[in-house]
């Protein structure tokens, strides 16, 4: 691996206390052993100086300045993971260098063309949440997007499930057993005074909150 | 375990046969065919909420037939699909039919791959065979039968076509290898936690599976074998395999056997494209869509207000009631002569002359109960019952739930509800059964509340919308605003005051098709059958109860002028209607539409005004349906919530009724 900058080793050490911060651990002792980077005490007080981070009791927390930056390399990296795995359809195990690679590449802008390409995804391939962007709160669509949610597909359009991501976990059940997984097609009939989607043979009406949360790539 | 054990008590020798497969798949015509013993079928999914039984002899051999509520996974999401589980977890002399939607044969084998996995020995019908046909859905049945290693065959069972080609391999079931490939982590979880599973009536592995799927309707049947330490253990080696994967481990293990499927389904189907539409499924589109729906509607509740309310209620009734029953002294082909015969040898005085009263007096069994039964409701509730049929059979209900879930979803339902609700119109109680069909208590809850309070069954519909003809459209419509109001206020109340959840709206829309005259007929038959065996018995214990407070003295006055005078204040002073319409509350406790009979016989004699027949109207539909009713409550919701919503139901009754009264002399309203 080519030698990284000191300031991709501070994104690597962003990226870290914030998904170490979905784990409810803050622990400097844990940072040091979960960040692959070699040396992370010893810059660990630069970034308090460049107010990025606090220390406090042996755990550090972010301020405001890195929140926002860790935030954005996060984004970054979920969205590239998701770029590779469902639009080029790469295995998720060999594409984890080139996110690494891409995340500090890819400028806010890029990263808010990518996003609505992708219909705007909640969530990276492993179920983790990708932080939204300005253009997630406004939901823009000027960019054709290739994943579009369900409830957004025009009504007669035929779509192929990429992913689901349920706001409650019981909804991946309920989908399973009428056979809705990533990779079923589905046509959609109408969406008012309810939506009707087709799958096989099977009709279903289903409610518009659940066809948010299934995204589709129109075929 | 739970709903089994009525199962479980029969004799060793007997061969039990477990009807199984997705909702709406046609179990109950196979149950019924093999059986001969009638069971409501519709094309509505989740029509059999429980497990019904039936003898048969198949190939000779004494079996018991059952018939279990539709599932589409065995990992129950909702109490039918648990009952479905648990009756094939109970030992025994057993074989599953598998019932299968030929044209959906994917969602089959998710069942399919489940069955296996349980170890069962089983045979697949997959049914309805021509409709798959015609949707150019063509499946290798020999080709699945060698994949799958159990026997396979196509039917058309409302065509009794391929029956008997079920019946015989039912005594060469197969055992299925068929498995889903879950990967090494759950794989070994499988195995550690099958150490803990004790002996059962399936496989380890499928138990294993379940558990590790975290269905919480297991433990309870665990602890029974398993001590709360294992239990711990069990919930460990499941957290354990979880942090592996970062979707939920059911849903990992739901995919997985759908993968499964898939590669079966891909060897034994084809699937022509089709360019064109039937007739049919263009009816089937149009009745949901969000402008043509309406008229659609509004078509459907015309005709079945024309036949129900207008033809029925009206033509029927009077013809039965003035030409064939009659009255005393009057004109009538049963009343008139019964009376003279009866008069002749029991006489007036003494106790022939009670019993002469008790018969055919003004609260007479005759007289009263038996007209009013047979006169009055009884062709009101056949006419709703052909027309509900119709409804049931033509796949419009779930259509009719796209169109009002909407409007359920403001009082914490969704179109699901639809058909307790619309069922309710027929008999409330028959609708508190089927409240079943829904996923989480609240929505239960709710909708038991809502039937007992505000939906009037169509005998009480009939005999009101007969009070209400002639009046002009104005008491019909307060009546119809203010009930559809106090349902929504008290549906969205209780929305927001119940605790839980409701459930998501996904409900599986059947093709549309043409009834059949046949099974209507019988559904129709045997649920008049369900009516007079609940209603006349009332009825007449109703009678029997006012002709004993009419002869019981109190002091100088009968018991029922006595009970009238008592119930004066309320009757008279809030409700502003006569002392005598005492008696319709009194009836009304037993049934609601028997009070209702009473005010048509007060309205018809011009005792009352149009008001108070308003007032005693919206008083009356927000009764407590009948006892019958109460019974079911406390049955399907507990004896607690039952009494709750009985002190609720009735003041509020009598609450509305006073406020509708009060606002109309207010206003100074005459109707």
Not at chain 2, 169 to 187: M, Q
Not at chain 2, 417 to 425: D, S
Not at chain 2, 529 to 549: H, N, Q, R, S
Request: neutral net charge; proline residues 5%.
């Amino acid at each position: 691996m080519p030698a990284k900058s000191y300031e991709e080793k501070i994104d690597e050490i962003l990226q870290s206390i914030w998904m170490l911060k979905e784990y409810d651990r803050t622990g400097v002792a844990d940072l040091v052993e979960f960040c692959p980077e070699e040396g992370v005490e010893a810059d660990l007080p630069g970034m308090v100086e460049g107010r990025l981070i606090r220390l406090e009791n042996g755990s550090v927390d972010f301020q405001p300045a890195g929140h926002k930056r860790a935030e954005g390399i996060v984004r970054c990296h979920r969205l590239a993971e998701v770029l590779l795995t469902q639009l080029f359809g790469l295995e998720k195990n060999d594409i984890e260098a080139t996110a690494c690679d891409l995340e500090h590449a890819i400028d806010p802008r890029v990263a808010e063309s990518i996003c609505t390409l992708l219909g705007h995804p909640p969530i990276c391939p492993d179920g983790k949440p990708i932080p939204p962007g300005s253009c997630c709160r406004t939901y823009e669509v000027t960019v054709k997007p290739i994943v579009q949610r369900l409830s957004d597909m025009a009504v007669g359009a035929t779509g192929k499930v990429t992913f689901i991501a349920p706001s409650v976990h019981s909804r991946f059940d309920l989908l399973a057993s009428l056979g809705i997984v990533p990779g079923t097609i589905v046509r959609l009939h109408q969406k008012i005074p309810a939506y009707v989607i087709q799958t096989g043979e099977t009709e279903l009406a289903i409610d518009k909150d659940l066809t948010r949360e299934i995204f589709v790539q129109k075929q | 375990m739970g709903d089994s054990g009525a199962a479980t008590a029969l004799k060793d020798s007997q061969r039990r046969v477990i009807l199984v497969g997705n909702p709406n798949v046609g179990k109950s015509v196979i149950f019924g065919i093999l059986t001969g013993r009638y069971v409501t079928v519709s094309n509505y999914p989740g029509t059999t909420v429980e497990i019904t039984q039936g003898n048969a002899t198949v190939n000779g051999r004494r079996s018991l037939i059952l018939d279990t509520p539709g599932a589409n996974s065995l990992i129950p999401m909702s109490e039918d699909e648990r009952v479905t589980r648990d009756i094939l977890m109970t030992d025994g002399d057993r074989v599953v039919l598998q019932v299968g939607d030929a044209k959906n044969l994917r969602r089959s084998m998710l069942l399919t791959v489940q069955l296996s996995e349980m170890g069962m020995p089983f045979v697949l019908a997959l049914n309805m065979d021509d409709e798959a046909r015609s949707r150019g859905v063509r499946i290798d049945a020999k080709a699945l039968s060698e994949k799958l290693g159990v026997p396979v065959v196509a039917t058309v069972a409302t065509q009794r076509t391929g029956i008997s080609q079920v019946t015989a391999s039912l005594d060469k079931p197969g055992v299925s290898a068929l498995r889903a490939d879950y990967g090494e982590v759950i794989e070994n979880a499988i195995a550690q936690v099958s150490e803990f599973v004790p002996a059962n009536g399936i496989a380890t592995r499928s138990v294993a599976l379940m558990l590790l799927s975290g269905d919480e309707s297991m433990k309870a049947w665990l602890r029974a074998s398993v001590s709360d330490a294992q239990l711990a253990q069990i919930e460990d080696i499941r957290h354990t395999t979880q942090k592996s994967f970062t979707h939920p481990l059911s849903y990992v293990i739901s995919r997985a056997r759908l993968t499964a499927a898939d590669a079966v389904v891909s060897e034994v189907m084809t699937t022509e494209p089709r360019t064109t539409s039937t007739v049919a499924e263009w009816i089937g589109r149009w009745s949901m869509h969000w402008l043509w729906g309406i008229p659609f509607l509004l078509a459907v509740l015309v005709s079945t207000y024309f036949l129900v309310g207008d033809f029925a209620a009206g033509t029927c009734v009077d013809f039965l009631q003035d030409t064939v029953f009659g009255a005393p002294g009057e004109g009538g082909w049963i009343v008139p002569p019964l009376e003279r015969a009866i008069t002749s040898v029991l006489g007036t005085t003494g106790v022939g002359g009670f019993l002469r009263d008790m018969l055919v007096g003004q609260y007479g069994v005759i007289t009263m109960a038996v007209r009013y039964a047979v006169a009055i409701i009884l062709p009101i509730v056949t006419f709703f019952f052909l027309v509900f049929g119709c409804l049931e059979d033509s796949g419009y209900m779930p259509r009719l739930a796209v169109m009002v879930n909407r409007w359920f979803k403001k009082i914490g339902l969704n179109g699901k509800a639809v058909l307790p609700m619309v069922l309710g119109l027929g008999c409330d109680t028959m609708a508190t059964m089927t409240t079943r069909i829904l996923p989480s208590r609240k929505e239960r809850v709710i909708v038991t509340l809502l039937l007992a309070l505000g939906v009037p069954c169509a005998a009480q519909l009939g005999v009101q919308s007969a009070i209400l003809a002639g009046r002009g459209p104005a008491p019909l419509l307060i009546w119809i605003g203010v009930v559809i109001g106090i349902l929504f206020t008290v549906g969205w109340l209780a929305a927001k005051v119940l605790p839980g959840q409701s459930s998501d709206f996904v409900l599986e829309v059947p093709p549309m098709r043409v009834p059949r005259l046949g099974n209507i007929l019988t559904k129709t038959l045997a649920r008049i059958e369900w009516y007079i065996k609940e209603a006349v018995p009332l009825f007449i214990i109703g009678t029997l109860l006012l002709f004993a407070m009419d002869k019981i003295p109190i002091g100088d006055e009968s018991m029922l002028v006595r009970t009238e005078e008592v119930g004066e204040p309320l009757v008279t002073g809030v409700l502003g209607l006569p002392q005598e319409a005492s008696s319709a509350f009194v009836v009304g406790f037993l049934r609601r539409d028997y009070g209702a009979v009473w005010l048509a016989d007060a309205a018809a004699a011009g005792a009352v005004t149009t008001n108070q027949v308003l007032v005693a109207l919206v008083t009356l539909t927000l009764f407590i349906p009948c006892v019958a009713n109460l019974l079911i409550m406390i049955k399907e919701r507990g004896l607690k919530t039952a009494l709750w919503m009985t002190a609720f139901i009735v003041p509020f009754a009598f609450l509305v009724g006073g406020a509708v009264n009060l606002t109309l002399n207010l206003l100074k309203i005459t109707l």
